[in-house]
C-alpha cells in the first residue's frame, strides 16, 4: 500500500502562484507515474500533469506554459508549481501515484480569488 499526501493549497489572488507538494511512500518511489488531478465543484476529476519514473512530462492544454510539474526522488515527492493563477484554476488538487494500482491522497483545496 502506498500512502501519498498532499499539502501546500490555500487561497491566492488572481495572476498569483502556489506550489503544492506530494509525498508518496514506498522505497521503488522513482519508478512511479505520479500524476497531478484537480476536481471543480460540480465537475469531472481531470488530468493536470504527469511525470513518469524516467522523467516524461505532460500537461492538460489549460495549464501548459503555466504549471510546472517536478519530481525529487530522494525524498519522494513530486511538485506542482502553479504560476499565473487563473479562477478558473480553483479546485481540490489531487495526486494520485501509479505503480501497478493507483493510489491517491487526500486531495488541498487551492481557491483563486480577489
Known amino acids: 500500500q502506498v500512502q501519498v499526501v498532499e499539502s501546500g493549497g490555500g487561497l491566492v489572488q488572481p495572476g498569483g502562484s502556489l506550489r503544492l507538494s506530494c509525498a508518496a511512500s514506498g522505497t521503488l518511489f522513482r519508478f512511479y507515474v505520479m500524476g497531478w488531478y484537480r476536481q471543480a465543484p460540480g465537475k469531472q476529476r481531470e488530468l493536470v500533469a504527469v511525470i513518469t519514473g524516467g522523467g516524461s512530462i505532460d500537461y492538460a492544454d489549460s495549464v501548459k506554459d503555466r504549471f510546472t510539474i517536478s519530481r525529487d526522488n530522494a525524498k519522494n515527492t513530486v511538485y506542482l508549481q502553479m504560476n499565473s493563477l487563473k479562477s478558473e484554476d480553483t479546485a481540490v488538487y489531487y495526486c494520485?501515484?501509479?505503480?501497478?494500482?493507483?493510489?491517491w491522497g487526500q486531495g488541498t483545496q487551492v481557491t483563486v480569488a480577489s
Open positions: 494520485k501515484a501509479n505503480y501497478g494500482a493507483s493510489y
